[in-house]
């Protein structure tokens, strides 16, 4: 499964981005997507997940503010970012699961700026 993200960028306090990731290759087994984020020196974390049946998890940080959905016919994934922070700013991943098998694309950068 090859992964890539798309949708990064510099955006205000506030303000909203969209990020989308397209898959390609064999989805046969991929239950989970979703979105992973690093800030520098911080570990990778959990953004949000979405099942192939659109069963959603999200951090906490980002409850309410970001939403993930999923096109299963078009193999994509898109998170919505809205109300962004400053402690928003990460490389994001897109993120997909198959069994005990992990995919990542490469990052795509998010600035918010206060």
């Known amino acids: 499964v090859q992964l890539q993200a798309s949708g990064g960028g510099l955006v205000r306090a506030g303000g909203s981005l969209r990020l989308s990731c397209a898959a390609s290759?064999?989805?046969?087994?991929?239950?989970?997507m979703g979105w992973y984020r690093q800030a520098p020196e911080k570990q990778r974390e959990l953004v949000a997940t979405?099942?192939?049946?659109?069963?959603?998890n999200y951090a906490d940080s980002v409850k309410g503010r970001f939403t993930i959905s999923r096109d299963n016919a078009k193999n994509t994934v898109t998170l919505q970012m809205n109300s962004l922070k400053p402690e928003d700013t990460a490389v994001y991943y897109c993120?997909?699961?198959?069994?005990?098998?992990?995919?990542w694309g490469k990052g795509t950068l998010v600035t918010v700026s206060s």
């Open positions: 993120n997909a699961v198959r069994i005990q098998q992990n995919y």
């Open positions: 979405i099942t192939r049946g659109s069963s959603t």
């Open positions: 290759g064999s989805m046969f087994g991929i239950n989970v």
